[in-house]
C-alpha cells in the first residue's frame, strides 16, 4: 500500500513581521496603567508614545522605552502642527525604524488623548508602514471613574486645553466615542472601590457602542494580573483593516447598533429602520427633541428633497452633524456601481426594493433610561406621510428644505464619501 499522501499539506507562511497594538483611552491614568501592565508582561515589547503638548507651535515629543529603560526621548520638529502631520512625519516612519531595528520585538503606540485610533488607520492607507508591521488590533482603555460623565459632556477639547489645533473644534464626547467605536477589543479599567453594579453599567454602555468589540475587565483588585492581560489583547488578530468607518457600515449592510429598547442597567439603545424618506422640514425642527436626552446618534438617513444623496447622521456630546457618504446607488449608472465596494453592492442586490432602491434610513441612538415610544413616533412624525408619497419625487424635491445647499454632489463625487 502506498504511503504518499493523495494531497500535500501546504503550509501557511509565517508572517514575521512585528505585531502592532494600537492603545487608546481619554484617561490618560488609565491607559498609562494599562501600558505599564502590557510592557511589564513582556520584556521586549516596545512602547512608542507621543506628548501633544507643544502641537500648536510645532513640536511634537516621542518617547520609546520597554518596561525597564526609557530608550529614546526625542523633541520633533514638525512642518505643520497637526496629528495628520504627526502621524505622517513620525509616528508612522518611527515604527517602521524600530521593526527594521528591533525585528524581535513586538510594538505598543499608544496615542495620546486627542488622538482618535481611526486617524492612525486612515494614515496607514496612504504610507508603506504595512510592509514593515502588521496592525493586529486596536486597544481603547475606559476609566470606570471619568468614562460617562466624559461621554455626557459638552466640552470641547480646547476647554480642556487638549486641541491639536487653532481649529480642532472637536468636542470631548465625540472623541471618546471614536476611540470605542473603532476599537476592536475595550479594556474596562476599574478601581477597588468602583461599584459593582457601575462596572456593569459600564460594560452595558460599551456594548451598546461597540457590540463588535471584545470587552476586557481588570477587576476590582488593587493589583493587574499583567500576564492575563496581555494574553487578552495582544496577538489577538481581531483587527480587520477592511472594516469599513462607522458611518458607512450601514450601506455594507452591517450591525451599526444592539436594538435593545428594554435596556440593561438603565442602558438602552434604539435602532430606527425605514424605506421612507424624511420631510426636511418636519426632521430639522425635531431635531433638538431628538437627541436631547441621548448619548450617541449615528447612522444613514435620506431626505425627500434630496433622493440621490445618502446623509450621515452622527450626534454626540451636544453637538449634530449631517455630512454626505455620496449617492445612493440608485441615483447612479449601473457602470459606476463599481466605485463602492463588493459588501455594498451584494447588501443592494440583497435589500433592493422596486420603488425606493438601496435608499433605506438606519439610525441609532444610545443613552440612558430612553423613551422608545416616544423617540420611534418623533422620528416616524418627520416621515413623508402617504399622501405627500403619492405626489410623486417630482414634488418632493420642492419641500421646504432647511439643507438645502448643504450636501452639495458632483460628477467627481464617490459613492462612499464622508
Known amino acids: 500500500m502506498s504511503t504518499v499522501p493523495i494531497t500535500s499539506a501546504v503550509t501557511a507562511p509565517v508572517d514575521r513581521r512585528p505585531a502592532v497594538t494600537v492603545l487608546s483611552g481619554f484617561s490618560p491614568s488609565a491607559v498609562q496603567a494599562a501600558a505599564s501592565a502590557l510592557l511589564v508582561a513582556d520584556p521586549e515589547l516596545l512602547a512608542i508614545r507621543h506628548d501633544l503638548t507643544g502641537i500648536r507651535d510645532g513640536l511634537v515629543s516621542r518617547t520609546v522605552l520597554t518596561a525597564t529603560t526609557v530608550l529614546e526621548h526625542t523633541l520633533v520638529e514638525l512642518l505643520h502642527g497637526c496629528v495628520s502631520c504627526t502621524l505622517r512625519e513620525d509616528v508612522l516612519p518611527t515604527l517602521i525604524r524600530l521593526a527594521h531595528e528591533r525585528p524581535g520585538s513586538d510594538l505598543l503606540l499608544v496615542l495620546p488623548p486627542a488622538v482618535e485610533p481611526e486617524a492612525v488607520a486612515a494614515a496607514c492607507e496612504h504610507s508603506p508602514v504595512g510592509e514593515s508591521v502588521r496592525f493586529d488590533s486596536y486597544v481603547t482603555v475606559v476609566d470606570a471613574d471619568t ?145 436631547e436626552n441621548t448619548l450617541r446618534g449615528r447612522g444613514q438617513l435620506w431626505l425627500a428633497s434630496q433622493p440621490d444623496t445618502a446623509l450621515a447622521f452622527e450626534f454626540a456630546g451636544g453637538g449634530l452633524s449631517l455630512g454626505t457618504l455620496g449617492y445612493w446607488l440608485a441615483a447612479l449608472p449601473a457602470e459606476r456601481w463599481t466605485e463602492t465596494s463588493d459588501e455594498r453592492r451584494l447588501a443592494a442586490d440583497l435589500d433592493w426594493d422596486p420603488y425606493y432602491g438601496d435608499r ?47 450636501f452639495p454632489l458632483t460628477d467627481d463625487t464617490t459613492t462612499e464619501e464622508n
Open 147 to 291: 468614562f460617562l460623565d466624559d461621554l455626557a459632556s459638552a466640552d470641547d477639547l480646547s476647554d480642556r486645553n487638549l486641541h491639536a489645533a487653532d481649529d480642532d473644534h472637536r468636542a470631548v464626547a465625540e472623541v471618546v466615542v471614536h476611540q470605542v467605536e473603532f476599537s476592536d477589543t475595550v479594556i474596562l479599567w476599574t478601581h477597588p472601590d468602583t461599584d459593582p453594579l457601575e462596572s456593569e453599567r459600564l460594560s452595558a454602555l460599551v456594548h451598546r457602542l461597540a457590540p463588535w468589540s471584545a470587552q476586557v475587565p481588570t477587576g476590582n483588585s488593587d493589583r493587574v494580573d499583567c500576564t492575563a492581560l496581555a494574553a487578552r489583547v495582544r496577538r489577538t488578530g481581531r483587527h480587520d483593516p477592511t472594516r469599513p468607518g462607522l458611518l458607512g457600515r450601514a450601506l455594507e449592510g452591517r450591525q451599526i447598533a444592539v436594538h435593545d429598547p428594554d435596556g440593561d442597567h438603565g442602558v438602552t439603545s434604539i435602532v430606527f429602520r425605514t424605506r421612507r424618506p424624511f420631510h426636511p422640514q418636519r426632521l430639522n425642527e425635531a431635531l433638538e427633541e431628538l437627541t
Open 360 to 406: 433605506r434610513t438606519v439610525l441609532a441612538l444610545i443613552g440612558l433610561h430612553l423613551d422608545h415610544h416616544a423617540l420611534t413616533g418623533l422620528l416616524r412624525s418627520c416621515l413623508l406621510t402617504d399622501a405627500e408619497l403619492a405626489d410623486g419625487s417630482d414634488a418632493w424635491r420642492d419641500l421646504p428644505d432647511p439643507f438645502a445647499g448643504c
